[in-house]
């Protein structure tokens, strides 16, 4: 089984940084894709941005410029760099990764972690 744990949300004011992170742990062979979601309150969640194993990267339009996904493979880790927060980013942030595993293939979801932007 594959596990997740997400870290770094919390209270910012806006214009303000944090930094996420998400380590795996379990049987991992290896990790093709990281992914952030978000959700806010009354809406869907929606994908932030994401990195395959290739190192290509996408976002979503409301987070280019200011967002930047990194991955290091060797701490089967995936990270969110969040500048210039807004008060529009506002949700409750999770990591999704897919790859495969000792079991066999896997999608897994971490808990989640509150980011808060406001003054």
């Known amino acids: 089984q594959v596990q997740l744990v997400e870290s770094g949300g919390g209270l910012v004011q806006p214009g303000g940084s944090l930094r996420l992170s998400c380590a795996a742990s379990g049987s991992i062979l290896s990790i093709y894709a990281m992914d952030w979601y978000r959700q806010a309150p009354g809406k869907q969640r929606e994908l932030v941005a994401s990195i395959i194993s290739g190192g290509i990267t996408n976002y979503a339009d409301s987070v280019k410029g200011r967002f930047t996904i990194s991955r290091d493979n060797a701490k089967k880790t995936v990270y969110l760099q969040m500048n210039r927060l807004k008060p529009e980013d506002t949700a409750v942030y999770y990591c999704?990764?897919?790859?495969?595993?000792?079991?066999?293939?896997?999608?897994?979801w971490g808990q989640g972690t509150q980011v808060t932007v406001s003054s």
């Open positions: 999704n990764m897919q790859g495969t595993s000792w079991a066999g293939g896997f999608d897994s």
